[in-house]
Nanobody
Framework: QEQLVESGGGSVQAGGSLRLSCAASGYARVRYCMGWFRQAPGKARERVATMDGDFRSTYTDSVKGRFTISKDNAKNTLYLEMNSLKPEDTAMYYC??????????????????WGQGTQVTVSS
């Protein structure tokens, strides 16, 4: 059974840091396109970052320079290092997996597997 399990969310003050992890099992493999998406209350889900089979990454403009996506193929785990967090980063963060090596899509409809999400709350 394909499964993605996120962890590492929590509550921090503005300027703080968090590291999210996404453990993949079953058919989902981090060596394919993987992405982090987020959804704030009342807003559409948006791409945060993606990484393809060749470790090429993309970021949404609002997180560039603050967030870093990475993965460990041996551990089949995806990460999102989040620094200089802002209140507007508050959202449920989801890990998603595609079945293609790349380039990665920024559209959520192109991702086949999803985790349950982990909440990130940033207070001012």
């Amino acid at each position: 059974q394909e499964q993605l399990v996120e962890s590492g969310g929590g509550s921090v003050q503005a300027g703080g840091s968090l590291r999210l992890s996404c453990a993949a099992s079953g058919y989902a493999r981090v060596r394919y396109c993987m992405g982090w998406f987020r959804q704030a209350p009342g807003k559409a889900r948006e791409r945060v970052a993606t990484m393809d089979g060749d470790f090429r990454s993309t970021y949404t403009d609002s997180v560039k320079g603050r967030f870093t996506i990475s993965k460990d193929n041996a551990k089949n785990t995806l990460y999102l290092e989040m620094n200089s967090l802002k209140p507007e980063d508050t959202a449920m963060y989801y890990c998603a997996a595609d079945v293609r090596l790349g380039p990665c899509s920024s559209d959520e409809v192109d991702y086949k597997y999803w985790g349950q999400g982990t909440q990130v709350t940033v207070s001012s």
